[in-house]
């Protein structure tokens, strides 16, 4: 049982009779629309881990203020890419969701802080794309994933 809610969850205020159903098409066009959404999302986030990982000098220097730059990116960099690798493949989905929203909290008003200048557009980008997690924990990963193929997604 997920500690997140979901769609597929029983609105208490109507019994499962009354739920409306979906059809076939309309369900394989969520699914689709689900899977390009969690490629799109999913690669931004290994291309990203990548990046950073590839150009450690340049993000070094971004983080130069910071106290262990190293470690913060690597850390950033592994998260980024084994999150973005979950979302991609629709495997736990919502945990690895969830763990990047957990992330980016302090990235978004630390790091991006609009305040820096130069950060705010950064700021706003981050918070769309923390909506973004909040939207994948509530959907859930579709059909055509991983927690779909396992059964892990009730």
């Given amino acids: 049982m997920s500690f997140i809610p979901t769609l597929h969850d029983q609105s208490p205020h109507q019994p499962p009779h009354q739920q409306p159903q979906e059809s076939a098409l309309a369900q394989q066009t969520r699914d689709m629309q689900l899977l390009i959404g969690r490629v799109l999302i999913g690669g931004a986030f290994i291309v990203s881990g ?15 203020q910071f106290t262990q730059a190293m470690l913060w990116i690597s850390l950033t960099a592994t998260i980024e890419l084994v999150a973005g690798l979950a979302i ?3 495997f736990k989905l919502r945990i690895a969701s969830l763990a990047l929203f957990i992330w980016f909290l302090p990235v978004t008003f630390v790091i991006h802080n609009p305040s820096h200048a130069g950060q705010f557009l ?10 973004a997690f909040q939207l994948l924990m509530i959907i859930g990963p579709g059909r055509f994933s991983l927690d779909a193929f396992l059964g892990e997604d009730k």
């Fill in 50 to 64: 990548a990046e950073k990982l590839i150009n450690v000098d340049a993000y070094t220097a971004l983080l130069a």
């Fill in 88 to 90: 991609l493949s629709g």
């Fill in 122 to 131: 950064h700021f706003i980008k981050n918070l769309i794309i923390l909506g």
